[in-house]
């Protein structure tokens, strides 16, 4: 059964429309920003990344740049500001290993040294 959103802020960029919501609330807004850009992390599609839907909505609603707004609401517009400059090639990249550093473990550990 699929999801039915009914905001009118709702896209591929923001399921839901939770952040246009809280832009639209602006100041009225006093909830944990990282709780909802977590929230609306978890709704994107796995083939939305989050970095250019960052850039994608920061653009559409005109705050890619320039003095945040105040309280929660300039909390969420910071933190997308910063989710804007991961990438997922950087995430990759600070996240995993790239293929050529990567070691296997050694199994069973390391042999005891005895000392004198």
């Not at 960029?13 to 920003?33: C, V």
């Not at 978890?42 to 105040?70: C, N």
């Not at 293929?99 to 390391?110: K, L, N, Q, T, Y």
Request: hydrophobic share 30%; net charge neutral.
């Amino acid at each position: 059964m699929p999801i039915t959103y009914t905001s009118k802020y709702h896209c591929p960029e923001d399921p839901g429309g939770i952040i246009g919501e809280i832009l639209n609330m602006g100041a009225d807004f006093t909830d944990p920003a990282q709780d909802a850009l977590l929230g609306w992390t978890l709704r994107l599609g796995d083939d939305i990344d989050p970095a250019a839907a960052a850039r994608g909505l920061l653009e559409k609603y005109g705050l890619q740049d320039g003095p945040t707004p105040e309280g929660a609401c300039g909390e969420l517009v910071r933190l997308l500001r910063e989710t804007v400059s991961y990438s997922q090639k950087r995430l990759d990249t600070h996240m995993c290993r790239p293929d050529s550093a990567h070691r296997p473990r050694r199994r069973g550990g390391r042999k005891a040294r005895h000392f004198g």
